[in-house]
């Protein structure tokens, strides 16, 4: 018997034998204009990164992405098609255009980026994976969890990380496995696991879930890089710059004080810098065929950078994730996106 | 219906399109070429697509490092393995929940199937209501409940369920000792082979004896006593070399003994009770198959009831059971797949899941696992088929 996600599996692998060989040079800027919305791949909801509210509305920093290219290609920050998809699903569905960018937490890796035929256009958001562990069981490091229960998601990075660094530690543990996170966080409240393991930013979004979050906390051990960023196909290089600069756009935007509130007011701005962001002069959007107001679409619409951070993961959001490392680099972080000129 | 051209008054062979025959075989030609065309056109076309968009394909992937690991493993398998030692541990899960299930329900069917026939009024009742609510639940919920209702509620490690300090039952699983064999332990096994041996050797001797007599030995029971009897026998006189590796707290969970996992336990019940509650229906139609006029010719010729249902009515029942309780066993294998909701490390979860995503490459993957479930359900069909040939009616 196969469940959803294989259909969605079958139907995927079914659409690469059966689509014609056009589509392999596909125009996506020309299909989704066409289409009148980007079709954008997200999770299967993740509080602060992509989860719909309570009036069904997607929110969250991936989401921001998936609003920001929409802004840039279509004028229009909403008109985006979400599409929910499992870590398993969510590869296939992006090599089998079923969506055309992938925003959804996903860890930038040498053998997604190459044997996948994927490419990532930059990292949104900095994270590393870490462990939520029970406060009752007096457990201060990770290096104290040789023989736990650890449950982890299915086809995540974690899955190979957390054996790694066991191995490395000559350390013994059974990896409970479930589909979704939500599944995972049921394990670990009924006590099938000790531990919940994932990226530090899901943990801290996770926790604020759990029943009683003040019972669990996060150790202190961060045990991988994971860089998460957007996903494109191969092949289609102004969608992939589309999409690599829409984000850059964001980042830049934060850099030179640019945001919802102001842009306007800067539109008449004597800085070089302002005035290339938002094509006062110069169409810098043309050469990917977009509009000269690109960039401004983006930031009046869906804000910068640190205007996403903090409503999205930040201090203003419930998961009250520090800037940290993805502070800018004028600030003591690594965000540093390309200059716009 | 063949026609002769030379049989003809003109002596004149017809054109090929009035031969029946031979118009049929074009078209059954231009058919399969058109078949075969049809996937050598998908064939070529998928590795031009997947050419096109660069995505790796090839079945090399399966030499590579898995890096991940996986609760329950019947062979050695570590996080250094390789994605074919994965295939192997997950194919090996799935023919364990597959065939200790299909145990498991052709038990209870058949002992569900006939107690529904049962003169006892409560009996053929409580059957009954077995068959009504197992059959008519769907299987996925099943595993939910036996899971989420009723595994997930067990204590926690440390406020385990103890059985005599040997066996602990919590949310983890069920945990029992383990027994680690000496040596001097291969006399054992051994005198269970000589059991067997003997036991056939009698009932084949009580069989001819009967024939030519017409006496016979109660030759059941002293199968029975000898398989039994003898091994035991052998292990008081060898001083039991056998020790029990016990299950204990130590850390975060119970370490030593075997560990029978949640997930396990939730599957191999549900899979078990919801398909056992069909196999009762195929036992009692089956039986009531048997029109009754076989039941009295039995009994005129004065057969105990006992011998009359087992060598007058079950022999004939078995022809109408065997090929729906085939179909049977291959849903129960085919609905283990099922697995992957509640995060039983079978196939589909460690293969066409973990795996999958990992590599990426999900039509080889797929067709692994397709084929894989595929060359299961055919070789069960077929020994099915070969046992269904063998208790046929053999007609004279």
């Given at each position: 018997?196969?469940?959803?996600?294989?259909?969605?599996?079958?139907?995927?692998a079914?659409s690469l034998?059966l689509?014609g060989?056009?589509?392999?040079?596909?125009?996506?800027?020309?299909?989704?204009?066409?289409?009148?919305?980007?079709?954008?791949?997200?999770?299967?909801?993740?509080?602060?990164?992509?989860?719909?509210?309570?009036q069904?509305?997607w929110q969250?920093?991936?989401v921001d992405?998936?609003?920001a290219?929409?802004?840039?290609?279509?004028?229009?920050?909403?008109?985006?098609?979400?599409?929910?998809?499992?870590?398993?699903?969510?590869?296939?569905?992006?090599?089998?255009?079923?969506?055309?960018?992938?925003s959804?937490?996903?860890?930038?890796?040498?053998?997604?980026?190459?044997?996948?035929?994927?490419?990532?256009?930059?990292?949104?958001?900095?994270?590393?994976?870490?462990?939520?562990?029970?406060?009752?069981?007096?457990?201060?490091?990770?290096?104290?969890?040789?023989?736990?229960?650890?449950?982890?998601?299915?086809?995540?990075?974690?899955?190979?990380?957390?054996?790694?660094?066991?191995?490395?530690n000559?350390?013994?543990?059974?990896?409970?496995?479930?589909?979704?996170?939500?599944?995972?966080?049921?394990?670990?409240?009924?006590?099938?696991?000790?531990?919940?393991?994932?990226?530090?930013?899901?943990?801290?979004?996770?926790?604020?879930?759990?029943?009683?979050?003040?019972?669990?906390?996060?150790?202190?051990?961060i045990?991988?890089?994971?860089p998460?960023g957007?996903?494109?196909?191969?092949?289609?290089?102004?969608?992939?710059?589309?999409?690599?600069?829409?984000l850059?756009a964001?980042?830049?935007a934060?850099?030179?004080?640019?945001?919802?509130?102001?842009v306007?007011?800067?539109?008449?701005?004597e800085?070089?810098n302002?005035?290339?962001?938002?094509?006062q002069?110069?169409?810098?959007?043309?050469?990917?065929?977009?509009e000269?107001?690109?960039?401004?679409?983006?930031?009046?619409?869906?804000?910068?950078?640190?205007e996403s951070?903090?409503?999205?993961v930040?201090?203003?959001?419930?998961?009250?994730?520090?800037?940290?490392?993805?502070?800018?680099?004028?600030?003591?972080?690594?965000?540093?996106?390309?200059?716009?000129? | 219906?063949s026609?002769?051209?030379n049989a003809?008054?003109g002596?004149?062979?017809p054109?090929?399109?009035?031969?029946r025959?031979?118009?049929?075989?074009?078209f059954?030609?231009?058919?399969?070429?058109?078949?075969?065309?049809?996937l050598?056109?998908?064939?070529g076309?998928?590795?031009?697509?997947?050419?096109?968009?660069?995505?790796?394909?090839g079945?090399g992937?399966?030499?590579?490092?898995?890096?991940?690991?996986?609760?329950?493993?019947l062979?050695?398998y570590?996080?250094?393995?390789?994605?074919a030692?994965?295939?192997?541990v997950g194919?090996?899960?799935?023919?364990l929940?597959?065939?200790?299930g299909?145990?498991?329900?052709?038990?209870i069917?058949?002992?569900?199937?006939?107690?529904?026939?049962?003169?006892?009024w409560l009996?053929?009742?409580?059957?009954?209501?077995y068959?009504e609510?197992f059959r008519?639940?769907?299987?996925?919920?099943q595993?939910?409940?036996?899971?989420?209702?009723?595994?997930?509620?067990?204590?926690?490690?440390?406020?385990?369920?103890?059985?005599?300090?040997?066996?602990?039952?919590?949310v983890?699983?069920?945990?029992?000792?383990?027994?680690?064999?000496?040596?001097?332990?291969?006399?054992?096994?051994?005198?269970f082979?000589?059991a067997?041996?003997?036991?056939?050797?009698?009932?084949?001797?009580n069989k001819?004896?009967?024939?030519?007599?017409?006496?016979?030995?109660?030759a059941?029971w002293?199968?029975?006593?000898?398989i039994?009897?003898?091994?035991?026998?052998?292990?008081?006189?060898?001083?039991v070399?056998v020790t029990w590796?016990?299950?204990?707290?130590?850390?975060?969970?119970?370490?030593?003994?075997?560990t029978?996992?949640?997930?396990?336990?939730?599957?191999?019940?549900?899979?078990?009770?919801?398909?056992?509650?069909?196999?009762?229906?195929?036992?009692?139609s089956?039986?009531?198959?048997i029109?009754?006029?076989?039941?009295?010719a039995?009994?005129?010729?004065?057969?105990?009831?006992?011998?009359?249902?087992?060598?007058?009515?079950?022999?004939?029942a078995?022809?109408?059971?065997?090929?729906p309780?085939?179909?049977?066993?291959?849903?129960?294998?085919?609905?283990s797949?099922?697995?992957?909701?509640?995060?039983?490390?079978?196939?589909?979860?460690?293969?066409?899941?973990?795996?999958?995503?990992q590599?990426?490459?999900?039509?080889e993957?797929i067709?692994?696992?397709?084929?894989?479930?595929?060359t299961?359900s055919?070789?069960?069909?077929?020994?099915?088929?070969?046992?269904?040939?063998?208790?046929?009616?053999?007609?004279?």
């Open positions: 018997m196969l469940n959803k996600k294989h259909w969605v599996l079958l139907a995927s079914g034998a689509t060989m056009t589509t392999a040079q596909a125009d996506t800027l020309e299909d989704t204009r066409s289409n009148g919305a980007v079709q954008c791949g997200v999770s299967d909801g993740l509080p602060g990164f992509s989860s719909p509210d309570d069904g509305n969250g920093l991936d992405v998936c609003r290219v929409a802004a840039a290609v279509l004028g229009d920050s909403e008109a985006v098609d979400y599409i929910s998809l499992n870590a398993v699903e969510r590869f296939t569905a992006l090599q089998s255009g079923e969506v055309d960018v992938l959804r937490n996903t860890t930038w890796t040498t053998t997604r980026d190459t044997t996948l035929g994927l490419n990532f256009t930059g990292v949104s958001f900095y994270d590393g994976i870490g462990f939520m562990i029970n406060r009752d069981l007096g457990v201060g490091s990770a290096k104290e969890l040789d023989g736990a229960a650890i449950c982890v998601q299915s086809g995540t990075t974690t899955e190979l990380n957390v054996a790694d660094y066991f191995r490395a000559d350390m013994q543990f059974d990896p409970i496995v479930f589909d979704t996170s939500e599944q995972t966080v049921g394990g670990y409240q009924a006590g099938r696991c000790d531990v919940l393991t994932s990226d530090t930013s899901q943990l801290a979004a996770l926790r604020i879930q759990l029943d009683n979050p003040k019972g669990s906390m996060i150790l202190p051990e045990i991988s890089k994971e998460l957007p996903v494109v196909r191969q092949g289609d290089d102004t969608w992939f710059n589309i999409v690599k600069w829409s850059f964001m980042i830049n934060e850099e030179y004080g640019l945001n919802s509130a102001n306007d007011d800067m539109l008449s701005s800085d070089p302002i005035a290339r962001i938002l094509g002069g110069d169409n810098y959007g043309e050469a990917m065929g977009l000269a107001d690109w960039a401004y679409n983006i930031i009046k619409q869906v804000g910068n950078y640190g951070f903090d409503r999205n930040g201090m203003d959001s419930p998961l009250e994730i520090e800037r940290g490392v993805n502070a800018l680099w004028t600030e003591g972080g690594i965000q540093y996106a390309p200059p716009i000129r | 219906m026609v002769r051209p003809r008054p002596g004149q062979k054109p090929f399109w009035r031969d025959a031979k118009r049929a075989l074009i059954q030609l231009l058919l399969v070429a058109a078949v075969a065309a049809f050598l056109y998908i064939v076309n998928t590795q031009a697509n997947l050419e096109a968009r660069g995505i790796t394909t079945f992937f399966l030499s590579n490092t898995a890096g991940f690991g996986i609760v329950q493993t062979v050695d570590s996080s250094q393995s390789s994605y030692r994965t295939f192997l194919l090996l899960n799935t023919l929940v597959g065939g200790l299909v145990l498991a329900a052709t038990i069917g058949f002992t569900v199937g006939i107690a529904r026939l049962s003169p006892n009996l053929a009742r409580l059957a009954n209501g068959i609510i008519n639940i769907p299987l996925l919920l595993i939910f409940f036996w899971y989420f209702a009723v595994l997930r509620t067990l204590p926690s490690a440390r406020d385990s369920l103890a059985f005599g300090e040997a066996v602990f039952l919590n983890r699983g069920l945990y029992l000792p383990e027994p680690l064999f000496e040596s001097g332990f291969g006399i054992i096994p051994a005198t082979l000589v067997i041996i003997a036991s056939i050797v009698l009932v084949v001797w001819r004896r009967q024939d030519a007599t017409g006496k016979r030995l109660p059941g002293i199968s029975l006593l000898l039994f009897g003898l091994p035991l026998l052998a292990l008081v006189a060898t001083g070399p590796d016990m299950p204990a707290l130590s850390g975060f969970n119970f370490r030593g003994g075997i029978i996992i949640p997930e396990f336990l939730a599957l191999w019940l549900a899979l078990s009770i919801y398909t056992a509650s069909f196999i009762a229906e195929i036992v009692r089956g039986i009531q198959a029109s009754h006029g076989q039941t009295e039995a009994q005129a010729l004065s057969l105990p009831r006992k011998l009359v249902l087992r060598l007058v009515i079950i022999p004939q078995l022809r109408v059971i065997i090929p309780l085939t179909s049977q066993y291959l849903n129960l294998i085919k609905n797949s099922l697995a992957t909701a509640i995060g039983y490390p079978d196939l589909v979860s460690v293969f066409a899941g973990t795996t999958l995503n590599t990426g490459q999900a039509i993957v067709a692994m696992t397709m084929a894989v479930y595929l299961i055919l070789v069960v069909s077929m020994f099915m088929n070969w046992f269904n040939a063998r208790v046929a009616l053999v007609e004279r």
